[in-house]
């Protein structure tokens, strides 16, 4: 019964909702921009995964290794294959949207290199990751669209994303993303990093 209660709320809230999120990152020394549609319609795939049921929405208009899932507790997560492990990306369906919308924000500055999609490998940054919001002036917690998966700080010249990557196998690690804005920002993320 709360499987068909959440897909019914899920739909009159956010069922049919599409926006645009724009990102840029730096790759082989080169900047890239893409721009990806987000389509919050329902799929028609359930499951049960444990204690809770799981459903599939179109997610990202992308050729993507995932599926995008939500939890009758609300979470939302991929999946790489229907039934199989769920791994939480948001805590809801709005931090999933307000994450987006920083995305979108940040997506006009100056990105440091990075990967672009949370499944391209790359090192694990969280020991850099723990200490390096606390150590740029003026950076806040984006309560609104961070949790446990996606952690955001924001200042007046740089904007620091704390993420866990989507693994399919083995543990998942933690990546860096940084933004700035001008000289300033640049300077703050230096002095930080050293």
């Known amino acids: 019964m709360s499987l068909v209660i959440r897909r019914e709320a899920f739909a009159a809230r956010f069922g049919g909702?599409?926006?645009?999120?724009?990102?840029?990152?730096?790759l082989d020394g080169g900047?890239?921009?893409?721009?990806?549609?987000?389509?919050?319609?329902?799929?028609?795939?359930?499951?049960?995964?444990?204690?809770?049921?799981?459903?599939?929405?179109?997610?990202e208009h992308v050729s993507s290794p995932v599926a995008y899932v939500l939890r009758t507790d609300r979470?939302?997560?991929v999946g790489?294959?229907?039934?199989?492990?769920?791994?939480?990306?948001?805590?809801?369906?709005?931090?999933?949207?307000e994450h987006h919308a920083l995305l979108d924000h940040v997506s006009h500055w100056d990105p440091w290199p990075g990967p672009l999609e949370p499944w391209?490998?790359?090192?694990d940054r969280g020991v850099i990751?723990?200490?390096?919001?606390?150590?740029?002036?003026?950076?806040?917690?984006?309560?609104?669209?961070?949790?446990?998966c996606n952690r955001w700080f924001l200042g007046a010249h740089v904007a620091v994303r704390v993420a866990l990557d989507h693994a399919g196998e083995g543990p998942r690690i933690r990546?860096?993303?940084?933004?700035t804005r001008?000289?300033?920002?640049?300077?703050?993320?230096?002095?930080?990093?050293t």
């Not at 909702?17 to 730096?26: E, G, N, S």
Request: charged share 25%.
């Open 17 to 26: 909702l599409q926006y645009h999120v724009r990102r840029r990152a730096v």
């Open 31 to 59: 900047v890239h921009e893409v721009t990806r549609r987000w389509d919050l319609s329902l799929g028609d795939r359930m499951w049960p995964d444990g204690r809770e049921w799981c459903f599939d929405i179109v997610g």
């Open 75 to 77: 979470r939302v997560g």
């Open 80 to 97: 790489f294959g229907y039934g199989d492990r769920f791994q939480e990306i948001a805590s809801s369906t709005y931090h999933l949207i």
């Open 120 to 123: 391209a490998p790359g090192p």
């Open 129 to 148: 990751a723990d200490h390096l919001p606390a150590r740029i002036e003026g950076l806040t917690e984006a309560a609104e669209a961070s949790g446990p």
């Open 175 to 179: 990546r860096l993303h940084l933004w």
């Open 182 to 193: 001008g000289e300033t920002g640049r300077r703050q993320v230096r002095a930080a990093l």
